[in-house]
């Protein structure tokens, strides 16, 4: 009987700290944190997501990733998933903290812990300009026969387009045949914005991989913008 009423206080504490940490009420969700310690059980991984959450809020990157690190201690691989600590890693990536970003990834791919939260890295090294870098954050995925999937190329391919690197539109489209299946509508929507740059020569190699993957795609006359787009496509 004992047991069933711990147990049923800790889901309600659950609840309650998840409602904080989405508040940012970094007291509320630490007393309620200690709550569910003084259970005598590790806090489940909601209520470490939840203290990072709440951190967040408070633009604390530093306390969150104690609570990142603490998450990674408390549990084994197989039961955690990169996607708790995307969140984190997106507020890394707005702070320029990429190098800390790039640790974090390695960390969880040595750890065997997916999946590996590529996104926020792969969108960051982009919006600093930076496409090379994240070309090389997939590179390394594809070299130890990594999951690289068609979102994170997009993004990198877009960043190519948009800085004017023929070189780097070639790579990553011999990419995205490397991985293997058709390439998606979103790949069809953004070749098809390329295909109206300004820039001939981004313009020339949107419409041959229009041509290539997307046989007869109508592509509007007049070009548009400047060299390309360093928007993030969806992911």
């Known amino acids: ?9 800790s889901i309600t504490t659950l609840k309650r700290l998840r409602n904080a940490g989405k508040k940012g009420d970094v007291a509320g969700a630490v007393a309620l944190f200690e709550a569910l310690q003084a259970d005598g059980q590790t806090p ?3 209520a470490w997501e939840a203290m990072m959450a709440a951190h967040l809020a408070n633009f604390d990157l530093d306390k969150a990733k104690e609570y990142a690190d603490g998450l990674l201690a408390a549990f084994p691989a197989n039961e ?13 990536g707005e702070a320029g903290r ?10 969880l791919q040595q750890a065997n812990i997916s999946p590996l939260p590529i996104s926020p890295l792969v969108q960051a090294h982009v919006k600093s300009a930076n496409v090379d870098a994240a070309a090389e954050v997939l590179d390394g995925l594809v070299a130890s026969a990594g999951e690289v999937n068609q979102a994170w190329i997009r993004t990198v391919l877009d960043g190519y387009f948009g ?3 023929g070189d780097g539109v070639r790579r990553m489209a011999q990419m995205v045949e490397a991985v293997g299946g058709e390439p998606e509508p979103a790949m069809q929507s953004l070749l098809q914005r390329h295909a109206k740059s300004a820039n001939p020569a981004m313009r020339d190699q949107a419409k041959q991989l229009l041509d290539k993957w997307f046989p007869g795609t109508a592509v509007e006359d007049g070009p548009v913008g400047g060299g390309g787009s360093n928007g993030m496509p969806g992911m």
Do not use: N
């Open 80 to 92: 955690l998933s990169g996607k708790s600590l995307e969140p984190l890693m997106k507020s890394m």
């Open 163 to 165: 800085v004017g690197s």
């Open 1 to 9: 009987m004992g047991g069933m009423m711990v147990f049923s206080r």
């Open 98 to 107: 990429l190098g800390e970003m790039q640790a974090l990834v390695d960390r």
């Open 44 to 46: 489940p991984t909601k």
